[in-house]
Nanobody, 120 residues
Framework: QVQLVESGGDLVQAGGSLRLSCAAS????????MRWYRQAPGKQRELVAS???????NYADAVKGRFTISRDNAKNTVYLQMNSLKPEDTAVYFC??????????????WGQGTQVTVSS
């Protein structure tokens, strides 16, 4: 009922920048929290950053000062600006959203992921 579509992943050199986008669509009433996770090969999925509808943000220690999460509530879209990229940032990045449908039923949805590869 809620679809998330990520975009913006690419191959970039260390020190470079990328901007990821994730657009939510469906019978959405509200989205309380939007998050970015990442999963590197052979590792568990980890939370990268989150943002509430009011704009409160949280970041993993590994990305603080380099990544910035933002959202456009009118477009139901979340962004992740990634600067000073490192090879260890290489992973599939997933978008997650939780909120309520127009039926007032709660939802939690994941995107399909977008690959970010940082070369040294």
């Amino acid at each position: 009922q809620v679809q998330l579509v990520e975009s913006g992943g690419d191959l970039v050199q260390a020190g470079g920048s990328l901007r990821l986008s994730c657009a939510a669509s469906g019978t959405i009433f509200s989205i309380n929290v939007m998050r970015w996770y990442r999963q590197a090969p052979g590792k568990q999925r980890e939370l990268v950053a989150s943002i509430t509808s009011g704009g409160n943000t949280n970041y993993a220690d590994a990305v603080k000062g380099r990544f910035t999460i933002s959202r456009d509530n009118a477009k139901n879209t979340v962004y992740l600006q990634m600067n000073s990229l490192k090879p260890e940032d290489t992973a599939v990045y997933f978008c997650n959203a939780v909120g309520y449908l127009r039926s007032y039923q709660s939802f939690g949805s994941w995107g399909q992921g977008t690959q970010v590869t940082v070369s040294s």
